[in-house]
């Protein structure tokens, strides 16, 4: 791949490619999303992970917020995208995606801790 300059053009390395979003980079939003593929005992598609955030959120999740970022934890391996058929894709969380689910939980624990429980 190259990138044209104003010298010219000079070939880009993958030294220049974008880093990996790092688990304390992740929204809260996607933060859910981990949360509901580590809960599920399969690979669920993206209408069942919209619906138990929609549950979550008791509101609608809009299908352009939630897709584009089921394709942004793909691409950054907190999720693994696979087909439940030729139509339907199937998500599943991986081994950093929960990771970085514990590592965040983990955070917020060390910051509460000693907190008391709000009267409901």
């Known amino acids: 791949m190259t990138e044209a300059t104003n010298a010219g053009t000079k ?10 979003k790092k688990p304390a980079d992740l929204s809260k939003f996607q933060l859910r999303i981990l949360a509901v593929l ?3 005992e399969d690979a669920p598609k993206g209408v ?10 008791d509101a609608e999740v809009n299908h352009g917020r939630l897709y584009p970022n089921l394709d942004e934890l793909v691409a950054n391996g907190f999720v693994t995208k696979g087909r439940k058929d030729q139509r339907t894709n199937a998500y599943d969380v991986t081994d950093a995606g929960r990771d970085a ?3 965040e939980v983990a955070w917020l624990v060390e910051r509460t ?3 008391e429980e709000a009267d409901s």
Not at 11 to 20: F, K
Not at 48 to 57: D, E, S
């Open 11 to 20: 070939a880009r390395t993958d030294e220049d490619a974008p880093p990996h």
């Open 38 to 40: 580590a809960e599920a």
């Open 48 to 57: 069942t992970i919209k619906r138990r955030l929609r549950a979550y959120y």
């Open 101 to 103: 689910l514990v590592s």
């Open 113 to 115: 801790d000693g907190f």
